[in-house]
């Protein structure tokens, strides 16, 4: 997984609630057996005025000109900025990749779904959560000013605005310590290997219909 | 000190480890996979030289690509026209080999989409701990298993640890209570409860469903409930261990049997949230004021019953639901104040993870009986959960009832649902679908899907609009458009 530090970039407003993983990323593109090249179909159907196939050539298809992520102001985000409940839906990780493969490093809204801030740290996208009214604020100035960026800085748990604003955010520590790492998960547990061994144990111990070799004999 | 909820003892029993930060490291007793969230999963195992740590722990079969007409059914992975889908079939079947995983591959009589295969062979037990690289695997908890959804990420490190890292959840309680009304169903009751609570009303939770009318329902029913916890943002649903748990689980391939069932079913009946246990939030319902739903929205959450209407953004509470209300009123081409009976279908579908097996395809079948689909409708479709679904339901002849009423009999998997193979909806066309999700494009792009009951699916196909399926016989039947 890559390492996140600190990003400072420029923000992208998508101002909708519950966009959903079938938005973030449709169906048909789940059909990939790679985690790369999800970007070019990152919202797709917001994205684009035609319906979106695996293996097209993007470059040649018509985009939808008032979605904020084709506008001339918005290219080259790394900061997107949303409304509540983010990423709700289907477990699909194809989220977060088109995420990051699109060139986002950071997503900032009041609130997320479950399953997709699981999947986000997994793949060292980070999650801001900051309370409604400063997203708010947030999309006010954004949409005020072009070129707006913002500093974040996971280590000290702060989001910078151009004029020196200070938000603190909650991240939980082990996350936390895995994304500035950059750590991989299963290298990690599999340092617990005894521990798991004898719980193995002791579970088909108490419970051997739990496993099947057990439970058929 | 307050007894523990049925999700504190599923938790407990399975925690390997707890970190200071309370990050745990959690058990997993079966995984479940698929053809479309696991492939990556493998892939990482492969780059790092790592083994599956505990083989009969997996189960898969593939489901979400798989085409479901005859024709290209009877031909194996071969007949998969989509070569795209066709690659991703063919390497969950050869990652299932290549590591010795049981799968059920495309023609086995018990392929099937896996929430429906899992209890269907007993591969989900009370008191286990359930993962599958998609939402959908709160189903499960309707046999008092602490199951949810998961990333692909995570997905490999079930497979190379056979753990999951994880944080407690908070408990939530829905109770509904009292009987519900001829024609109301399992899906309405969820339906119901996601308009209630919203669709991040359980985000952080696992919620319990409890109360008389969860008890009465069926083990299909509940898998109904429990499927869709995660429409309402939960990733867990769970309903506690009773006699309709155990009567259902007897006899099932994956079961225990001999003496070990008897000290199985003495172990489940403890999968219940203590009288004393106390839950962080509680939600409560009347089973006798749901009537029939469907959705009108682009969101589970935009849910009304049948005598409803559309409603007007003009009286939404804030100005990010009003938002959401314009947009999705503009996405589904409907006006404000429509009466939900005057919204025309063009397609039906049965099927899915909510609502394809036998009991869902017997109500649907009694409503469509000595019927005809509207001549309105251009495809009403009826997609069993499983081979083994579709066995039952032409042993009983329910398919001579649809395909009489004008309705296609298909071959098992998730079609539909979300139009991963060939079975979608055209821009534009609405749906009366027994799946779980209105999402926009979620059933094809630009198409209009309305989330119902398998009953209620019926009863719009012969009408062709929306009808109360309790009053289907005092409709007149739509004419020629």
């Known amino acids: ?11 992208a407003p998508l101002d909708r609630a519950n966009v959903d993983t079938d938005l973030i990323i449709p169906k048909q593109f789940l059909k990939s057996i790679k985690r790369t090249g999800f970007g070019v179909n990152l919202f797709d159907e917001l994205r684009y005025l035609d319906e979106g196939q695996p293996g097209q050539d993007c470059s040649q298809r018509p985009v939808n000109p008032d979605f904020v992520l084709n506008q001339a102001r918005y290219q080259g985000a790394s900061i997107l900025l949303t409304r509540r409940n983010f990423g709700c839906g289907s477990s699909r990780e194809h989220a977060p990749w088109a995420l990051e493969d699109f060139g986002f490093r950071v997503v900032i809204a009041p609130s997320f779904a479950d399953i997709f801030y699981n999947n986000a740290f997994k793949n060292g996208l980070l999650l801001v959560t900051l309370g409604e009214e400063t997203i708010d604020r947030l999309f006010a100035e954004v949409e005020a000013s072009e070129g707006y960026r913002l500093d974040v800085d996971l280590e000290n748990q702060r989001v910078i605005t151009p004029s020196g604003e200070i938000f603190e955010f909650e991240v939980d520590g082990f996350r936390k310590h895995c994304l500035l790492e950059g750590l991989d998960d299963i290298g990690l547990t599999l340092k617990d290997e005894d521990a798991i061994r004898a719980f193995e144990q002791r579970h088909r111990a108490a419970r051997p219909w739990l496993f099947r070799d057990s439970a058929q004999a | 000190m307050a007894g523990q909820t049925l999700y504190d003892k599923l938790w407990s029993q399975h925690l390997v480890k707890e970190r200071d930060d309370g990050t745990a490291l959690i058990y997993i007793d079966r995984q479940l996979l698929h053809e479309v969230t696991s492939p990556q999963a493998f892939e990482g195992l492969r780059l790092a030289g790592r083994k599956p740590w505990r ?25 998969i026209k989509d070569p795209v889908s066709l690659i991703q079939v063919q390497t ?33 037990l009370p008191g ?3 993962v599958c690289g998609d939402s959908h695997t709160a189903t499960h908890g309707a046999f008092a298993a602490l199951a949810h959804g998961i990333g692909t990420s995570e997905v490999e490190h079930v497979l190379a640890t056979q753990c999951l890292l994880a944080q407690k959840m908070k408990n939530m309680q829905v109770r509904v209570e009292g009987k519900l009304g001829a024609g109301v169903t399992a899906k309405d009751v969820v339906l119901a409860i996601i308009g209630k609570i919203g669709t991040a009303g359980g985000t952080g939770y696992a919620i319990e469903f409890a109360g008389s009318a969860i008890r009465d329902l069926s083990m299909e029913g509940r898998m109904t409930v429990c499927n869709m916890a995660i429409e ?13 748990t155990i009567d259902y689980l007897g006899n099932r391939p994956f079961a225990p049997s001999g003496e070990l069932w008897g000290a199985a079913v003495a172990d489940w009946r403890n999968l219940v949230s203590d009288s004393d246990a106390v839950f962080d939030k509680v939600v409560e319902l009347d089973a006798a004021e749901i009537e029939p739903q469907v959705s009108w929205g682009t969101s589970p959450e935009m849910v009304t019953g049948i005598s409803g209407e ?16 314009t947009r999705a009123l503009e996405y589904m081409g409907l ?4 009466k939900i009976t005057d919204i025309r279908l063009d397609k039906v579908f049965i099927g899915s993870c909510t609502n394809s097996r036998i009991e869902d395809l017997r109500e649907a079948a009694k409503v469509a009986r000595g019927k005809k689909v509207a001549d309105s409708i251009q495809l009403a479709m009826v997609v069993p959960g499983s081979g083994l679904v579709k066995r039952q339901a032409e042993a009983e002849g329910l398919d001579k009832i649809f395909i009489e009423a004008g309705f296609e009999w298909r071959e098992p998997g998730c079609s539909m649902c979300l139009a991963m193979n060939a079975d979608k909806l055209g821009a534009g066309e609405h749906c009366a679908s027994t799946s779980n999700r209105n999402f926009e494009g979620r059933q094809g792009y630009g198409g209009r899907t309305h989330l119902v009951s398998p009953a209620m699916a019926a ?5 062709g609009h929306f009808v109360d399926v309790r009053r289907l016989d005092d409709q007149p039947v739509a004419e020629e458009a």
Request: glycine residues 10%; contains cysteine.
């Open chain 2, 310 to 325: 559309v409603p007007d953004p003009a009286e939404a509470g804030d100005d990010t639901v009003r938002r959401g209300y």
């Open chain 2, 128 to 130: 286990m701990t359930v």
């Open chain 1, 1 to 11: 997984m890559n390492k996140f530090e600190r990003t400072e970039g420029l923000v």
């Open chain 2, 92 to 124: 969950l079947d050869d990652n299932c080999v290549e590591f010795g995983i049981e799968e059920f591959k495309i023609n086995d009589p018990r392929q099937g989409i896996v929430h429906v295969v899992g209890p269907e062979q007993g591969a989900t």
């Open chain 2, 55 to 79: 083989l009969d722990a997996n189960l898969a079969t593939p489901d979400h690509n798989v085409p479901t007409t005859l024709k290209e059914r009877a031909e194996g992975n071969a007949g």
């Open chain 2, 459 to 463: 009863a719009a196909a012969i009408a």
């Open chain 2, 232 to 244: 309402a943002g939960a990733r867990v649903g769970l309903i506690a261990v009773d006699e309709t």
């Open chain 2, 335 to 338: 006006k404000p104040r429509q």
